[in-house]
């Protein structure tokens, strides 16, 4: 036969409910708000050095690319006077 549920075994299990509801809010969620907020900085901080690392990037790009185009039009220059 099932076991009747008493409202003293209902007031236990809705105190142990509470005390586990804050539990949660006060400990868990406290740190996972913390954690979240270390993450952030983090994140600005890898993102300044990465925007950083680009722009020296493409200023090293431009300048392959303008020592290309400056052989490749000195050829052609050199190609239409005859001297090559």
């Known amino acids: 036969m099932a076991k009747r549920i008493t409202t003293q075994d209902l007031h236990c299990e809705v105190e142990q409910v509470k005390k586990d509801i804050t539990l949660i809010r006060d400990n868990h969620l406290a740190h996972m708000a913390r954690d979240i907020d270390e993450l952030k900085e ?7 050095f990465f925007h950083s690392r680009l722009d020296r990037l ?11 185009l400056t052989t490749a039009f000195s050829a052609l220059v050199a190609m239409i006077a005859g001297v090559v």
């Open 42 to 48: 983090e994140v600005k901080e890898s993102r300044t």
């Open 58 to 68: 493409d200023n090293k790009i431009m300048w392959i690319l303008g020592i290309l």
